[in-house]
């Protein structure tokens, strides 16, 4: 399938294939996770089952008036500041000629998820592991809801909608099972050293050698491979599955980028779908050489000026572009030890 996106938030023009593992690289600002955003919100808009007219509003007379703006329309409000999406704004996902296409004018809406093969009850977007500080935060809300609703009433509260979906995702289970999720869960083991469970209060800890740790305590790099374990166990990755990763390398050491860039590439061989977004080039590089050595179908974008592209549709002439534009910050490194050298001869 594939994402089309013009005039959202710092995006000018992005048109990025989403078919196994797709990797985002850029700089800060440069709009990279305001793709992620808009494939979240785009695959929670499609209706799992085709709706007539007739079923829908009872007469075949009323235009078909798009899944986005009735069903999406929160999460729209909750993941985009009202600036992102204007009346220029265009999102596009296509799929063997069918299209679900939004802006303000003009919706195109053949596209549902059986289409694409991906679910919306699978699909998530992990923005950070400080999901686990928020757990009693999350559990709270999720009281207060469910006491609401008992008594019929209800109140708006405010919370981070992708972290919220998150933590659901990660404390509940589903009956769907494939068998070779286990094996990458053990996997996870075996890298930190430990599992994430419930205790016997509901509430998730780091065990370790027959020791338990509050996630409070628990060293972040560490949190961030747990959450893929604890989704991995829930069974919410397997081949219907979409992963959106922002930035995953940000609390990882290198040695432990490389170790997430396998598990990544392991699951794309296994059929989830993952867009990763990354400033690193240990991160991106470490894709590459395992998705190439796993022969998995990848594609490289550069985030820059507004535009999300693939230079010349070639993923080598990308990385090249990629990587000289991460390595500045050597070139910086260059210039000092030469000014420095220069210092040193002339005295």
């Keep these: 399938m594939e994402l089309q996106l013009k005039n959202i938030g710092m995006i000018k023009d992005a048109n990025v294939k989403i078919d196994g593992l797709t990797v985002i690289a850029g700089e800060n600002d440069t709009g990279k996770s305001t793709v992620g955003k808009a494939l979240y919100l785009v695959i929670n808009s499609l209706s799992v089952e085709e709706i007539t007219m007739q079923e829908l509003y009872g007469t075949d007379e009323i235009n078909h008036l798009g899944r986005l703006n009735t069903y999406g329309k929160k999460i729209q409000d909750s993941i985009f500041s009202n600036k992102s ?20 004018e003009l919706v195109a809406d053949e596209l549902y998820q059986k289409d694409i093969k991906v679910s919306s009850l699978i699909t998530t977007f992990i923005e950070t592991p400080i999901v686990w500080n928020l757990q009693e935060f999350f559990r ?10 008992l008594v019929g009433e209800s109140i708006d509260i405010p919370y981070p909608f992708l972290m919220k979906d998150l933590y659901f995702k990660l404390s509940t289970k589903r009956n769907f099972v494939e068998k070779w999720t286990q094996s990458y869960s053990k996997e996870i083991t075996n890298i930190i050293n430990g599992t994430f469970q419930k205790d016997e209060d509901g509430v998730f800890r780091f065990y370790r050698e027959e020791k338990k740790f509050d996630l409070i305590d628990t060293a972040t790099g560490i949190k961030y491979f747990g959450i893929l374990q604890v989704l991995l166990d829930n069974n919410r990755l397997n081949s219907y599955s979409l992963l959106i990763l922002d930035e995953p390398e940000v609390h990882l050491h290198p040695k432990w980028q490389l170790e997430m860039a396998k598990i990544i590439v392991e699951l794309v061989k296994n059929g989830v779908k993952i867009l990763v977004n990354s400033h690193s080039p240990y991160m991106i590089e470490a894709l590459q050489r395992y998705s190439k050595l796993a022969e998995v179908n990848s594609d490289f974008y550069l985030a820059e000026d507004g535009y999300i592209k693939k230079e010349n549709d070639n993923n080598s002439e990308t990385l090249s572009k990629i990587f000289e534009k991460l390595s500045e910050p050597f070139d910086t490194f260059d210039k000092m030890d030469s000014d420095s050298m220069e210092k040193l001869i002339n005295g």
């Design 85 to 104: 999406i204007g009346n220029d704004s265009v999102i596009k996902l296509s799929n063997n000629n069918k299209s679900f296409i939004y802006h303000k």
């Design 140 to 149: 709270s809300i999720t009281d207060i809801e469910s006491h609401l609703k």
